[in-house]
């Protein structure tokens, strides 16, 4: 799902179910989950395994994949990327720097957002909008894709900026490019000063997005100034 989304310059590598739950850990991973319940354990290492065969595949060895003290991913020198993992679903993507400057993805299950969650990650306009498209497009969780959407321009956000930012701090916009509803384009503007890429500000993050097989994935790329 989430190659589709992706330029071919990005590696990604997936994982359904339970493939890759109980892989061995590097000792430095294994020391980041010892306390953690067990399917925290289990979605950390299933995507440490995509991350590993993205790395290989990129000709990079594989190594551990630490987070920093925010929770981001470090990744070997040269490398960029993103992770995310839901239930019955995980995945890796990555990218050599000298081809994007970042990259953020996220998945969720394709289901309505709890009650309340909506506001409180939604600006107005942005409520009007997807209610607007719900109204066009039923079969799709606008509220659920507006969430992941926006979790994937926080991973693509930090590892530029190294701040948080707030879910009211961009406002999405999305297309819907076919008829039943399982893909698109989406536009987040910036209401902060965003990061400076190759010495040019960037104040909107463009992305895509799919939803079928019961999840919704969505990805961010940062070009590189030129
Ligand atoms: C960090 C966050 C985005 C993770 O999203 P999630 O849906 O909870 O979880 P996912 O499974 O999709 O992603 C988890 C992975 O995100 C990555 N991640 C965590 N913090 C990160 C950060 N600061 N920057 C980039 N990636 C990060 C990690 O690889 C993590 O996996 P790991 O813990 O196994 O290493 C989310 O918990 C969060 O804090 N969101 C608030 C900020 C936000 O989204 N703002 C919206 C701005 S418009």
């Known amino acids: 799902m ?47 395994v995509c991350a590993r065969r993205a790395m290989e595949k990129l000709g990079v060895a594989p190594g551990p994949v630490l987070p920093d003290e925010r929770g981001a991913p470090l990744w070997p020198e040269g490398l960029a990327g993103s992770m995310t993992h839901c239930q019955g679903y995980c995945a890796a993507a990555l990218v050599r720097v000298g081809e994007l400057a970042s990259v953020g993805i996220d998945a969720e299950p394709h289901a309505a957002l709890p009650e309340g969650v909506l506001t409180a990650v939604a600006l107005p306009g942005e409520v009007a909008r997807i209610a607007r498209l719900s109204g066009e497009v039923p079969g799709v969780h606008f509220d659920r894709l507006l969430f992941s959407a926006k979790e994937s321009v926080y991973k693509a956000w930090y590892p530029l900026t190294g701040k948080w930012l707030d879910f009211m701090e961009a406002d999405l916009e999305f297309q819907v490019e076919d008829g039943e509803g399982t893909r698109g384009a989406f536009r987040a503007t910036l209401l902060v000063d965003g990061p400076v890429v190759g010495g040019r500000g960037v104040n909107v993050f463009t992305g895509r997005w799919t939803a079928r097989q019961g999840l919704i994935a969505t990805a961010v790329t940062v070009a590189l100034a030129g």
């Open 2 to 48: 989430i190659e589709e989304l992706l330029p071919s310059t990005v590696l990604t590598v997936e994982a359904y179910g339970d493939e890759g739950v109980d892989a061995p850990l590097y000792p430095e991973e294994e020391a980041v989950v010892r306390r953690a319940v067990l399917k925290r354990r289990r979605e950390f290492t299933a995507v440490r």
